[in-house]
């Protein structure tokens, strides 16, 4: 298996892992961030329903043709979701990195988020 390969199954059962103990509820959504080579996307998902209540992603048109770095842009989408989340009427979440590390553009979304007023 190539070490590629092998990067991605890893991230997969560490997401696994994490999911066992990892539980969206109606009072305290999951904060889902998916990082891709060129993307980030952030959902706010209430595990019970299996409802998306707040959702941002780089692929959005404010930002799609942006010059700005990754981390930049994840500093922005983390902001998005968090106001969208508390429009929507949630204040608390449980933040779900997918098994990615935490740090760079994973970490960088996240504490915008924490400013922006989501509390994890």
Do not use: C, W
Not at 6 to 17: I, L, N, P, T
Not at 36 to 61: C, M
Not at 66 to 74: D, F, H, M, N
Not at 87 to 111: N, P, T, W
């Amino acid at each position: 298996m190539t070490q590629a390969a092998s990067r991605g199954v890893a991230r997969q059962k560490r997401h696994e892992r994490i999911r066992l103990h990892t539980v969206g509820t109606p009072s305290r959504p999951r904060l889902a961030v998916f990082r891709s080579l060129n993307h980030i996307y952030a959902q706010v998902i209430d595990d019970s329903t299996g409802r998306t209540l707040a959702a941002a992603s780089t692929l959005e048109p404010e930002l799609r043709g942006s010059r700005q770095t990754k981390t930049e842009e994840a500093k922005i989408v983390g902001r998005l979701v968090a106001e969208r989340a508390r429009s929507a009427g949630v204040e608390r979440v449980v933040f779900d990195r997918a098994g990615f590390r935490y740090h760079g553009r994973i970490k960088s979304l996240a504490d915008a988020a924490r400013e922006a007023g989501l509390e994890f």
